[in-house]
């Protein structure tokens, strides 16, 4: 476990330095036949990121419901393929919907507040949400809409294979969850599905206009990186 989080680590700071392969210069290389660039990423590493890569592709073009063909962008998600910590929202807003990536305005900007104030880096988590393309005006997306779009979340799920999923908002714990209580109720239980634990918290665009959900959020987040690290 201990060797697979520092192999990821350093995995994704080679990535962070945009480095995508070492050229190993040593005689050994010669010895072990190793001729040219020795990919840094595993064998599982390249089909992970590659089957994200195609899943985007497919998303950028997908029609399957009314909002394909009013988005700017899709929103496919962002991060790291290897989290463990995947954090799963509503839908695209408008600044996401302009720059084609999730949690960008305001409600993304309080979120990376409080990852950094429980030391988790945007860069090592994943980000999602529930729907790829933003419903215009930001109304709530609708129940044919979360069904067109839900294959695409649970094969995100399924590659990425968070021991934790935070779930922002009710929409998303309920549909995760795949029930219809409250949120007070939801944040109070234990959620397991599978080996994956699911916390479901309050959306951060909702903590903008009640600041007293800040805290809850921060302890939900607390517990998220406990689990995920402790
Ligand atoms: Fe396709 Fe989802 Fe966008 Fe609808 S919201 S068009 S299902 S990607
Ligand atoms: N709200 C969401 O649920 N998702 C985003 O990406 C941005 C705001």
Do not use: W
Not at 100 to 109: C, T
């Amino acid at each position: 476990m201990k060797d697979k989080r520092i192999a990821r680590a350093l995995a994704e700071n080679l990535r962070a330095l945009g480095v995508r392969e070492i050229v190993a210069e040593s005689p050994a290389s010669a010895l072990l036949g190793a001729e040219g660039p020795v990919d840094v990423t595993s064998e599982e590493d390249l089909s992970r990121e590659g089957v994200i890569r195609r899943e985007k592709e497919t998303v950028d073009r997908c029609r399957k419901c009314g909002l394909g063909s009013q988005r700017t962008h899709a929103v496919y998600g962002d991060g790291n393929e290897y989290a463990e910590i995947m954090f799963i929202g509503e839908a695209p807003g408008a600044e996401e919907d302009r720059q084609g990536l999730p949690f960008v305005g305001r409600a993304g900007q309080l979120l990376n507040r409080l990852l950094e104030q429980v030391s988790l880096k945007r860069s090592e988590v994943y980000i999602g949400n529930l729907l790829k393309c933003r419903p215009p005006e930001n109304r709530d997306p609708l129940p044919e809409e979360l069904t067109a779009c839900r294959p695409y979340l649970d094969k995100q799920i399924a590659v990425i294979k968070p021991r934790i999923i935070v779930c922002l908002g009710l929409y998303a714990a309920q549909a995760i969850l795949n029930v219809k209580e409250s949120m007070a109720r939801l944040r109070g239980a234990h959620h397991k599905i599978g080996d994956t634990t699911v916390i479901p918290t309050y959306h951060t665009a909702a903590a903008l206009r009640f600041p007293a959900y800040k805290q809850q959020i921060y302890d939900d987040l607390c517990r998220a990186r406990d689990l995920a690290y402790g």
